[in-house]
């Protein structure tokens, strides 16, 4: 029998510096606010909290004094769906998880089961050439979106549509892989759904000659405009400590000075055979770890994903070129029955440290427990440190240089 649980044990208890509270739906009791506080609230259908972010905010003035991120409105209820499917029909989730990098966690998705079967080092290496080729793809395709927001965020509404425009090269290429615009299920555990279209290399060569000087251009736009340093340069400053200690990784934490990428500590796939560089913030605008810095960094791995690309397609159409017997299903496994245990994989998304863990029993192809460990949690739960002291004003350049989706956040 089903029976309610008392209202006392439902109510969460959340902690702020100085305040205590049992609440719902606030963390913080007007009455123990000081004198001139209030409680705003930002979001959850707020443009710039990008959709379904809810921030219950304390303010002294126009002065930040606390900032706590409410959680749980888009209930994406990924880790509960994938309890209840077999491993292979879990990529349609997980393609729902970073909707915007949907590629990069399919890829990641299909690597954790292949290391849990054992089948990692048995892929094709034209195979793995084409996972990374769409995963970089899908990368400069996320962080357009997240520098073209963050300038339209702030009041920069050209270069926006610049990168919507370019994004959407990237989006037909995709689409003309997998058959979908956005949520692929291209990337299968042991292959992929198909081979390249023929003529794929030669067109996503085109694209890669069109975008380098787009590439400048933004940077000369955007980036160095002087009034975009002086809106993002010293503001949201994230300090190295501050970021480890709360587990931010991707750009976010390369923002603030580590050289952290997984795709070299780890060096999974292929990306050990590529040659290319882990940019870093270093304080060009202000201080390490600012806002500029993590757009910074982001257009830098635009760059980079570019140099990748380009290395995919000189090894996809030489040494790994398509052949007639090439068969991009033929390691894919009929029934997946992992061992007993439990499992965890992490690979490099566009926003971080995207990690999947298992635990089987060895007797079904449906996992036990499934976990998501999600970049945007954890580069979200570090804005009321780099929040407090600073503008209202600047909360929203704070917000938007963490680059979130909602999606991988209320998993």
């Known amino acids: 029998m089903i029976t309610e649980q008392p209202l006392e044990s439902r109510i969460q208890y959340e902690y702020s510096p100085g305040h205590f509270k049992a609440s719902e739906p606030n963390v913080y009791d007007p009455e123990q606010l000081g004198e001139g506080e209030l409680i705003l609230n930002m ?31 888009l209930h994406r209820c990924f880790e509960a769906h994938t309890q209840n499917v077999p491993f292979n029909q879990g990529i349609p989730f997980v393609d729902r998880l970073d909707y915007l990098a949907a590629m990069n966690g399919e890829h990641i998705w299909a690597m954790a089961v292949e290391r849990m079967l054992g089948i990692e080092n048995d892929i094709p290496k034209r195979t793995e ?12 395709a996320s962080h357009f979106v997240a520098i073209g ?20 090269h990237i989006q037909r290429l995709l689409e003309w892989v997998s058959g979908a615009r956005m949520l692929y299920n291209y990337i299968w555990i042991g292959g992929l759904f198909y081979d390249l279209p023929v003529g794929f290399e030669e067109r996503c060569r085109e694209f890669v000659t069109y975008l380098k000087p787009k590439l400048v251009e933004l940077q000369d736009v955007l980036i160095d405009n002087e009034i975009f340093r002086k809106r993002t340069g010293n503001v949201g400053v994230l300090p190295l400590a501050v970021a480890i200690d709360y587990g931010c990784t991707g750009p976010v934490l390369r923002g603030s000075g580590l050289r952290y990428d997984l795709r070299r500590v780890d060096a999974y796939s292929v990306y050990p055979e590529l040659d290319f560089e882990i940019p870093i913030g270093t304080g060009q605008a202000g201080a390490v770890g600012d806002c500029w810095d993590r757009n910074y960094v982001r257009v830098r791995e635009c760059w980079e994903s570019v140099r990748i690309i380009e290395q995919c397609l000189d090894r996809l159409t030489t040494d790994h070129k398509r052949t007639p017997d090439y068969n991009p299903q033929a ?20 926003k971080g440290e995207l990690g999947f863990f298992f635990r089987t029993d060895g007797r079904s192809d449906i996992p036990v427990r499934s976990h998501c460990r999600s970049c945007s949690f954890h580069n979200l739960s570090v804005i009321s440190e780099i929040s407090r002291g600073g503008m209202l004003a600047d909360l929203v350049a704070v917000i938007g240089s963490l680059d979130l989706v909602m999606g991988e956040v209320d998993r």
């Open 129 to 140: 050439y084409i996972r990374v080729l769409v995963a970089e793809l899908n990368r400069i």
């Open 331 to 350: 390691m894919v496994p009929k029934k997946i029955r992992p061992k007993a245990g439990d499992y965890y994989f992490r690979g490099e998304s566009a």
């Open 149 to 168: 927001t963050y300038g339209l965020d702030i009041g920069a509404f050209t270069p926006f549509l610049w990168l919507m425009r370019d994004r959407e």
């Open 43 to 73: 979001g959850p259908q707020h443009p710039s909290t990008h959709g379904v972010l809810r921030l219950e905010i304390v303010t002294s003035g126009e002065i930040v004094t606390d900032v706590v991120p409410h959680l749980g409105y």
